[in-house]
């Protein structure tokens, strides 16, 4: 079948190659062209699909600077240049929430949420020659099977933006939690109202807290988030932060994604279901595919 058109979701017809020997389709309804990459994560690159593909994954999911990356793959005979790498993770955003949407991750009822410290931009100071350190918050909300429901990274620590967060992961689960478990800042405990009156908040940090749950109990502490935490530090590291926060967000979200579907075997069935491998050659066509999702 024939790709929509990216423009207004018609149908397409064939009509020859572009120059770069890509097929090119016009659309049925407003006669608009594209190639057979529109509307992939692919669309507008001169780099193979197999390039594009290695260097995001070394860099979303290890704590690899961009450089690192264009170097390692330099000694694969794949010349990308370190300012691409950092551009590419982007282009999955649209494709990586298609999957997701498609593919859906059961969440849990009882979520965590906690924020981390993110290095954002220096702002000129009198006292430290080379500015003071700004920061901004990287705010995660975790199911108790540490599968990220959703994140937000914020400009500051505020009701406005634990609400933003609990908003989306609402959104994305498409329920409420009964229960939410926050450390002691006081920003969660009226940004949790955004969930309804049938979540519960529990404060705990790292002792746990027995908390009655169903017909049982359960023991809850942060200690799950804290670990998530560990897991993205070295990469926060080798980026030195983020510099600009719309892009920064952007970048979690696809590395979320990355953190839920490479776990427990996720992309392996899904890519199975499609009839294709867990392979460079199969990940681009699940791209491909995404666009229909
Ligand atoms: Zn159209």
Not at 14 to 28: A, H, I, L, P, Q
Not at 217 to 231: D, Q
Not at 264 to 269: A, F, S
């Amino acid at each position: 079948m024939n790709p929509k058109c990216p423009a207004c979701g018609a149908g397409s017809w064939k009509v020859g190659f572009s120059r770069s020997n890509r097929r090119v389709y016009m659309c049925k309804s407003c006669g608009k062209k594209f190639n057979e990459r529109a509307g992939t994560p692919f669309w507008y690159l001169k780099a193979p699909e197999k390039d594009v593909l290695t260097a995001t994954l070394l860099y979303v999911k290890y704590p690899l600077s961009t450089y690192q990356v264009a170097e390692l793959l330099e000694l694969f005979g794949v010349r990308v240049s370190a300012s691409s790498v950092g551009r590419w993770p982007q282009r999955f955003g649209t494709s990586a929430k298609r999957i997701a949407k498609r593919y859906k991750i059961k969440f849990s009822r009882i979520w965590h949420v906690d924020e981390k410290f993110t290095p954002h931009k220096r702002v000129p100071s009198k006292l430290w020659k080379r500015g003071k350190r700004k920061w901004a918050y990287q705010i995660t909300v975790l199911d108790s099977e540490s599968n990220v429901v959703a994140s937000y990274l914020a400009p500051r620590r505020s009701t406005e933006a634990v609400k933003k967060v609990l908003r989306r992961a609402k959104e994305e689960a498409g329920f409420s939690p009964d229960i939410v478990v926050s450390d002691k800042y006081n920003a969660y405990d009226r940004g949790v109202n955004v969930l309804g009156r049938q979540t519960r908040h529990v404060r705990a940090h790292f002792e746990g807290k027995w908390i009655p749950y169903g017909k049982g109990a359960v023991l809850l502490s942060n200690n799950r988030i804290e670990r998530y935490h560990s897991e993205i530090a070295p990469k926060i590291r080798s980026m030195r932060g983020v510099k600009n926060l719309e892009r920064g967000d952007c970048f979690f979200q696809i590395y979320n994604f990355s953190h839920n579907f490479s776990k427990k075997g996720r992309l392996r069935r899904i890519l199975g279901q499609l009839d294709l491998k867990l392979s460079l050659e199969g990940l681009t066509k699940l791209f491909y595919m995404a666009r229909d999702f």
